[in-house]
Each structure stands twice: as C-alpha cells, then as structure tokens.
C-alpha cells in the first residue's frame, strides 16, 4: 500500500466521525437509560464516535492521526473498522457492567487507546524502539490514572470529566486481541 493509500482509511473515518458530530451527540452518545429503556443499540456503538465539544473531537483525531504517523500500519478501511467496533463494544460493556450509575459518555480515547496497543503490536517488527516506546508509555499512562493522585487528564480543557477507566478497558480490549491473534496464528502454524 502506499504512502497515500496507507492514510485515506484514517482521513476517512475522521470524516465519518465528524459528521456524526456534526448530526449530534445528544443522538449517538452512550446513554444508560436510552441503551436500556428504549433498547437504543447503537449508542454502545456510536457514543465512542461522538465527543462532548469541538476541543474534545480536534484532541481526539489528532490522536488517531499521531497513532498512524507513529506506528505506520497499513490497515485496510476494514481493518480499521472492526478493531474499532469491537473496541466499541468492549469499552461500552465494561461501562455497562463496572459503571451503572454512568448516565452518559461520549469519547474516542478509549478506542484510541486500544488502537495504539494494536498499532505497536502490528509494527514491533518493523520498528521496534517505537512499538515498545508506546507501549510502555501507554502502560504508564494507564497506571497513573489508574492509581496515582496525580491529575493528569484533559478534564479542563474539554470541558467534561474524563472517563479514564474506557482507557483501561480499550487497552484491556486489545491486549486481549493480541493474545487470541497470537493464539490463532500458532494453531494455523501447528495445522501446516
């Protein structure tokens, strides 16, 4: 693939993700009660797609920009996708089981967590300082967040607080991807 080609799925999905917050996220954003009552499906899709504010979507694809520029996959569109759906999915159960008094969230850094975990997996051949560089700030980020005083999210600035938990369930999420791709590639070897 080349150079352009390696970019047009990511600018794509920027875009797509622009016109969902250009629609509104009142209508895609997760929403407990909607999910449940109304049985809105979607959202648990979708409320990774929108954002609280216009800081908060320029933040976020400027992350999913630096994890292409960084890591250099060269996934198709659809590889793209389902690693972002099913990071979707895994983020919105883990808030579903382990956050029910959660009313709503809307964000795509628990995605873009995952996707960077994904990303330095999928090029740790190629480049390695890089991959494992990432990996290990990730981790730190994780556990700073996680179990540390320090404030060290972007609350302020979006204007809404930061669910740093969707960051450890999208890097759960993808761990776990990375252990059942590990896992599938060593049957298929042992199968030839």
Not at 52 to 60: D, E, R, T
Not at 62 to 75: D, E, K, P, Q, R
Not at 167 to 181: C, E
């Amino acid at each position: 693939m080349n150079e352009a080609g390696k970019w047009l799925p990511v600018v794509s999905l920027i875009l797509f993700m622009l016109l969902v917050q250009f629609i509104g996220p009142e209508l895609f954003r997760y929403d407990t009660r909607l999910l449940t009552s109304d049985l809105q499906l979607w959202r648990v899709l979708t409320g990774h797609w929108v954002h609280a504010n216009w800081i908060h979507y320029v933040m976020n694809m400027a992350g999913f920009i630096l994890c292409l520029a960084l890591t250099g996959v060269n996934w198709t569109i659809w590889q793209w996708v389902w690693r972002i759906v099913l990071l979707s999915l895994g983020i919105s159960l883990g808030l579903y089981l382990w956050h029910p008094a959660l009313s709503w969230y809307v964000g795509f850094s628990g995605v873009l967590f995952g996707l960077y975990v994904l990303a330095a997996v999928s090029s740790l051949s190629k480049q390695v300082f890089m991959s494992v560089s990432l990996l290990l700030v990730i981790a730190g980020k994780i556990i700073l967040e996680q179990w540390s005083y320090v404030n060290i999210t972007t609350s302020e600035l979006i204007g809404v607080p930061v669910m740093v938990d969707a960051h450890l369930y999208g890097v759960m999420i993808a761990t776990a991807l990375v252990f059942v791709q590990i896992t599938v590639k060593k049957l298929v070897t042992q199968r030839s």
